[in-house]
Nanobody, 122 residues
Framework: QVQLVESGGGLAQPGGSLRLSCAAS????????MSWARQAPGKGLEWVSG????????YYADSVKGRFTISRDNAKNTVYLQMNSLKPEDTALYYC???????????????WGQGTLVTVSS
């Protein structure tokens, strides 16, 4: 049973920072790329970032490039999203998702966590 549990969401001010964590279990974590996606209120899902299975390559949506950093610790079965220079438009439910073996597909996300809410507001 694949399980993905996000944490670290909350309220941040514009320009602030937040770090999200996703604890994974039920599969060989180190063999799979992982992604973060988000859903703003009333909006569809937006892919945010992805990381290769061994962490050697990372990918970002243009909307977050230069502000967010994805990383992973395979020894801890955990993927992170460091969010800096937050903007109100970053407000969304953030989901951790299991991607393809190895590479980041952005679309072939076959397991999802429950989401953690990030609110950016002054």
């Amino acid at each position: 049973q694949v399980q993905l549990v996000e944490s670290g969401g909350g309220l941040a001010q514009p320009g602030g920072s937040l770090r999200l964590s996703c604890a994974a279990s039920g599969f060989t974590f180190s063999s799979y790329a992982m992604s973060w996606a988000r859903q703003a209120p009333g909006k569809g899902l937006e892919w945010v970032s992805g990381i290769y299975s061994d962490g050697s390559d990372t990918y970002y949506a243009d909307s977050v490039k230069g502000r967010f950093t994805i990383s992973r610790d395979n020894a801890k079965n955990t993927v992170y999203l460091q969010m800096n220079s937050l903007k109100p438009e970053d407000t969304a439910l953030y989901y951790c998702a299991k991607d393809l073996p190895g590479l980041v597909s952005r679309g072939a996300l076959d397991a999802w966590g429950q989401g953690t809410l990030v609110t950016v507001s002054s």
